[in-house]
């Protein structure tokens, strides 16, 4: 706790960069394995909690972005472990680690929480972290005033899923990021394991920024039994009609094999994750979170239902 206060590490960056990745290998590695982790989602639906459970200390902040609606909720559980630091838990908290949602602007929730007359004497920002996702950042950077704003505010960039691009668009990406943010360190890194990021190259022109809809999140009923096969192709055919608009999926079903974490990032669809049982805050089994603009939420569901059925 320098100078008395407690320090807090954000953590962001776009909608599926990696955040919950990183943050697993570092707390895998024993890294902030006294810190409490804080962990906003813009959905009502927590999931990336069920990925954190080497967390000592977990608070899942649901429903509600910490830029914005959320913040009183991120001020709250902020004093309260401010009050623990120092009160029933004195000597055992070295820091806070907020891991926002990828709706959030770090920039925008440090200088709120700098705003905050208590918190401003209990607690500092040590560093803003921001992931910055290798195979979607120069489309992000391009189109979405968020991902500008995030990858300015940040002290340290982190490059993720770095493997995936071909050398010369890492370097004129890394490149991009120094440009907008030449402060800030760049690193590298592969499932949260650092790697060597090539030195930069020309950076891509970003064009000035017209308004676009807002980027929200929604919830789907897809029912909690079963159906997980007809899920996965009816959301890859989303995805391939959709994927400008459908920027991020994230869902828990139920299958034969077990809980499977369904997940997507644009049109990039993963390999369904079969999630331990009884670990964790159960999270709300057959409801997929989709995040992104001009979704009808109504013609989804009555999509899906025609599919399922
Ligand atoms: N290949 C590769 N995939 C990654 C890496 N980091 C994350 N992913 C994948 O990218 C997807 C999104 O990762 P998450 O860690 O959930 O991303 P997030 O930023 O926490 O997502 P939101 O909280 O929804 O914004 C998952 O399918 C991960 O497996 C990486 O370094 N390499």
Redesign the pocket.
């Known amino acids: 706790m320098a100078e008395g206060r407690l320090g807090l590490v954000i953590l962001g ?12 290998h570092q707390l895998h590695e024993g890294r902030f394995a006294r810190h409490h982790i804080l962990v906003n ?1 813009a959905a009502g639906t927590p ?2 909690n069920l ?1 954190l459970g080497g967390a000592a200390r977990l608070t899942v902040l649901a429903g509600g972005c910490a830029c914005c609606e959320g913040l009183p909720a991120l001020i709250a559980a902020l004093r309260d472990i401010c009050d623990a630091a120092s009160g029933r838990e004195a000597g055992q908290i070295d820091g806070v680690v907020l ?1 926002t ?3 959030a602007d770090p920039g925008a929730i440090a200088a709120a929480l700098a705003a905050d007359q208590v918190l401003a004497r209990r607690l500092r920002v040590t560093e803003v972290l921001v ?1 910055a ?1 290798a195979l979607h950042s120069a489309a992000q950077l391009a189109a979405e005033p968020l991902a500008r704003a995030q990858a300015e505010a940040a002290d340290r960039l982190i490059v ?5 691009l071909p050398a010369a668009e890492l370097a004129r990406l890394v490149a991009t990021l120094h440009r907008l943010n030449p402060g800030a360190g760049i690193e590298g ?4 394991v650092p790697v060597a990021l090539p030195a930069p190259g020309a950076p891509y022109d970003l064009p000035a920024l017209t308004g676009a809809a807002p980027i929200r999140p929604h919830r789907l009923r897809v029912g909690a039994e079963g159906g997980w096969v007809a899920l996965s192709v009816w959301l890859s055919a989303l995805l391939s009609a959709r994927g400008e608009d459908v920027v ?1 999926v ?1 869902g828990v079903v139920r299958s034969p094999a077990g809980r499977l974490l369904l ?3 644009r049109r ?1 669809v ?1 390999p369904p ?1 079969i999630l331990p049982e009884g670990e964790g805050p159960t999270p709300e089994e057959g409801v997929i979170v989709l ?1 992104g603009r001009n979704i009808d939420e109504e013609l989804l569901a009555r999509s899906w239902a025609r599919f399922g059925a």
């Open positions: 960056g776009f909608l599926g960069a990696g955040k919950s990745t990183w943050l697993r989602e999931v990336d990925l891991e949602s990828g709706l992931l996702d993720t899923k770095p493997a995936g890194a592969e499932q949260g991020r994230k997940q997507s990032v990039v993963q994750e995040i």
